[in-house]
């Protein structure tokens, strides 16, 4: 079945440095969500990405979806204490809208 | 609005008990579904219904039961509980029926254990 596949599943950086992770797709995807997650609580939505090679800024997060739309990547510069969470990609399932696929999440840990 | 609400918070069975897990929202969203997730397995769907009276499975459907009798509502049964169902699980909306495309919504989460 059709994969989201997101990596590194863990990063440690140190505060102040650059970060960026990934999501691949085995399938090319209509669109990418990405959510956070902060400890203990649930996910939130951050962004939705659609079109071929789409950049989207959000303050220091910056989203990119792959040309063929089989991949994307966010990228943090510079990382805060407040990055600190989990972050999913997320895509419709092959074969119809319906259905909403999560990779399995990368944990990020800021050290202050 | 209260955006989308779950209860209890926590919950301990024991297995081979029966709950529901209640979830609501006031959005007036069409679409809700039902997540479990687990350390390093990410968000699984287990269930999902794209308006009142329509509900079909996810992922991992298997010990769990939901209906739709209303837009606003949108319970999980679990008929027996297991161990293995020891989890958070999340309910969540989104405005239309093709979730692919539109925010999810998520509630706080209920944390279950199955002893």
């Known amino acids: 079945g059709q994969q989201v596949m997101q990596i590194p599943q863990y990063q440690h950086v140190q505060e102040g440095e650059d970060f960026t992770t990934y999501c691949n797709s085995s399938?090319?995807?209509?669109?990418i969500q990405w959510y956070k997650q902060r400890p203990g609580g649930h996910p939130v939505f951050l962004i939705q990405?659609?079109?071929?090679?789409e950049v989207k800024k959000q303050k220091r997060l910056t989203f990119q979806f792959g040309e063929a739309k089989k991949n994307s990547s966010l990228h943090i510069t510079p990382t805060q204490t407040t990055d600190v969470g989990t972050y999913f990609c997320?895509?419709?399932?092959?074969?119809?809208?319906?259905?909403?696929?999560f990779g399995k999440g990368m944990k990020l840990t800021v050290n202050p | 609005n209260a955006g989308v609400t779950q209860t209890p918070k926590f919950q301990v069975l024991k297995t081979g008990q029966s709950m529901t897990l209640q979830c609501a929202q006031d959005?007036?969203?069409?679409?809700m579904s039902w997540y479990r997730q687990d350390p390093g397995m990410g968000l699984r769907l287990i269930h999902y219904?794209?308006?009142?009276?329509?509900?079909d499975q996810g992922e991992v459907p298997n010990g769990y039961n939901v209906s739709r009798s209303t837009t606003e509502d949108f319970p999980l049964r679990l008929l027996s509980a297991a161990p293995s169902q020891t989890s958070v699980y999340f309910c969540?909306?989104?405005?239309?029926?093709?979730?692919?495309?539109?925010?999810?919504?998520f509630g706080p989460g209920t944390r279950l254990t199955v002893l």
């Open positions: 969540a909306s989104s405005y239309s029926g093709t979730s692919g495309t539109d925010t999810q919504y």
């Open positions: 399938t090319t995807l209509s669109n």
């Open positions: 990405l659609v079109k071929s090679g």
């Open positions: 997320a895509g419709p399932a092959q074969g119809g809208s319906e259905k909403l696929v």
């Open positions: 959005m007036n969203h069409e679409y």
């Open positions: 219904s794209v308006g009142a009276g329509i509900t």
